[in-house]
């Protein structure tokens, strides 16, 4: 009997200093580029955006916090005015490669700690949505389904509902803090089977075993988690064995 086929959004952040675009960018399909204040540069996200181009990766801005120091991962206790600032700045380095390279700039994806401020806290969530509104109003943005980010930008900007394939979950549906040592997931099979329950079954496995039902558009990987393209790689098999193409969002 065929196998009913599924699509998925596979995404990494990339442009962090590691240095694996060019090892991670076949096995996605689309990808969240460090803007110059947790990570990145302005020649790192031209080198990245013309990567993406080569292998039809779609190109997201990925802002955080500046605050190269803790890499975007501490809240920052700066008015929304200097964020406000600092974020149209970050975008614009990447909206700017992306013409530049002639592609569209795909969606915008929070970083680290303010990613997690706005899928909790409706000042920021506003705030982040507000902006986005603003100054790129047909970008989507990539949050957690039924997250506070998540309710206040639907039906203002497109939302694409993500969750994270390498990182385990409390039973609340957050992630699970990076101070605990089980917070990332590094075994490529685990990951595997955490992927699959997403897009199968619709549903996330908490690390206490709990089942949070959820609608899943991109998984995330992270660039910098250990063995990152072999992770990816074996996805990418395993997936295509079980009738699941991977494909950008549109």
Known sequence: MKLET???DINCDLGEGIGNEAALMPYISSCNLACGSHAGDVETINRVVALAKKHNVGVGAH???PDRANFGRTIMPI???ELGISLRKQIDKVAKACKQHEVDLHHI???GALYNLCAGDKSYAEFITDLIEELYPSTPIYAPFNSTMSRVAEG???VIYE???DRNYEADGSLMSRVKPEAVITDKNTVF???I???KDNKIKAFSGEFISARINTICVHGDTPKAVEILKLLNEKLNSNAIKIQTVI
């Open 197 to 199: 329950t997403m897009i």
């Open 109 to 111: 994806k929070t970083h």
């Open 156 to 158: 203002r900007i497109k």
């Open 6 to 8: 599924h699509f998925i």
């Open 63 to 65: 802002p955080s916090f």
């Open 163 to 165: 969750a994270f394939a």
């Open 79 to 81: 008015s929304f005015e």
């Open 193 to 195: 089977e955490h992927v």
